[in-house]
């Protein structure tokens, strides 16, 4: 006969059982009340410095002091302080600048530049229909000041600041263009004058192409704007119908920019599937995008650098693991979080990471960066032609490297080599 256990000991252990869970339950109160406090004594003594700093200045400095300028100052250092370069306040003109940004047409002069040797501004494009473009200003002209000041003094990222704005504002140009064979202003060569452009709406071009080998489609993808995937769709069709057998797509030195135009262009290339989803503090997964089914039936490769920020990474990283093709070059930035903007009453904007972007296989490259399949990476002399838009194609090994990842996937798929003759 199996030992009996009585009523006596079960009520015991229940209360026991009891017991604990009302310990527990009151340990982990505690604890939460205790970090509550601590939180709310942490803050209040934040506030109360602000305020003894707020006494202070007002009472003596002898200065006067514009409170919108120190608000925004204020807020500013706040989200400095969360120590994460994410995080940024955007005053209220700042946050119009960004939204605009972030449509499908940009406001201001229309060009892309690189600080040279001497500071200035070296311009490497000149965007079509864009204010720098009805002002005559070419590739390879520099700029050298802005409304009269020396770019050297205004310093080259706030100069990049100055070339967006409000439309119908304008900004003169301090311009040296150099002669045809390159010679420097001490030659003779080259002139000095001014121009004065007014800032307006242009579309950014983001998709440049070119038909390498007689078989390889080469787009670059600059940025990922509203615009980019109708862009890349239009040139990718008219190279799959002149015969192109493999596609090389160049997002090197890629911002990045709107996820869901990165994810728009992967739906052309990618099977169905996951290809943007983000972890929260919680440790929650949202899925973001997905891709529907249907895909290019091509070899892909990739190319990357330090450069590719972002929206960029994202595509990198699904081309890998979607196993859709390789990817070469050079680890990427190593940006991949999410940054929400969050508009605040006065129409300014706190720029907050809220999320980590996490790849198909459950990994983020935040902090790390998307590592390439094959590393390839160019020498100084390559690297500062290449931001130039002056490496030609058959100089560049990053574009020859991703010229032999296709010929390899093309071997092995048994199809027609992209990139050999036919």
């Known amino acids: 006969m199996g030992k009996k256990f009585s009523v006596g000991a079960a009520v015991s252990v229940s209360a026991i059982t009891a017991a604990i869970a009302v310990s527990l339950t009151y340990v982990y109160a505690m604890d939460s009340f205790n970090r509550k406090v601590a939180d709310i004594n942490e803050r209040q003594a934040m506030y109360q410095k602000l305020s003894e700093i707020d006494q202070k200045a007002r009472r003596d400095y002898i200065g006067s002091i514009d409170e919108s300028a120190l608000t925004d100052g204020i807020c500013a250092g706040y989200a400095a302080g969360l120590g994460n370069s994410h995080a940024q306040y955007l005053s209220a003109r700042k946050y119009k600048e960004y939204v605009a940004a972030n449509g499908a047409k940009t406001v201001g002069v229309g060009v892309r530049t690189v600080q040279d040797a001497d500071g200035n501004m070296e311009v490497t494009e000149v965007m079509p229909n864009s204010p720098a473009e009805k002002a005559g200003i070419r590739k390879g002209d520099v700029i050298v000041a802005m409304d009269g000041k020396e770019i050297v ?61 007689g078989n390889v489609a080469y787009l670059r993808i600059s940025g990922f704007t509203q615009n980019t995937p109708n862009n890349f769709s239009r040139a990718l069709n008219q190279m799959t119908d002149k015969g192109a057998s493999g596609l090389l797509i160049d997002l090197r030195s890629n911002p990045g920019g709107d996820v869901p135009a990165a994810a728009a262009v992967l739906d052309l290339l990618l099977p169905a599937g996951n290809t943007v989803s983000r972890r929260d503090k919680s440790g929650r997964v949202t899925v973001e995008q997905v891709s529907k089914p249907g895909e290019i039936n091509l070899p892909v490769a990739l190319i990357v650098n330090g450069g590719t920020y972002g929206a960029a990474e994202i595509f990198a990283a699904d081309i890998r693991d979607f196993k859709k093709g390789l990817v070469v070059g050079t680890k990427t930035a190593g940006y991949g979080t999410k940054d929400e903007a969050v508009p605040l009453s006065d ?28 590393e390839k990476d160019l020498t100084d002399d390559q690297r500062s032609r290449f931001v130039r838009n002056r490496l030609s194609y058959a100089e560049d090994p990053q574009i020859q490297a991703g010229i032999a ?5 093309g071997a092995a798929a048994g199809s027609a080599p992209a990139g050999s003759s036919r």
């Not at 198909?360 to 590592?371: A, D, H, K, Q, Y």
Request: aromatic content about 6%; hydrophobic content about 40%.
């Open 153 to 213: 003094r205004i310093t080259y990222g706030a100069a990049l600041n100055r070339l967006e704005g409000t439309a119908g504002t304008k900004l003169t140009l301090g311009l040296l263009r150099r002669g045809a064979d390159g010679a420097a202003a001490s030659s003779g060569a080259s002139k000095s004058f001014s121009v004065t452009v007014t800032r307006a709406e242009y579309t950014e071009r983001t998709i440049t192409s070119a038909m390498l080998g």
């Open 347 to 374: 129409g300014s904007a706190l720029l907050l990471p809220v999320a980590e972007y996490v790849t198909l296989s459950g990994r983020t490259f935040n902090g790390t960066g998307v590592v390439p399949d094959r």
């Open 405 to 409: 990842a296709l010929l390899q996937q």
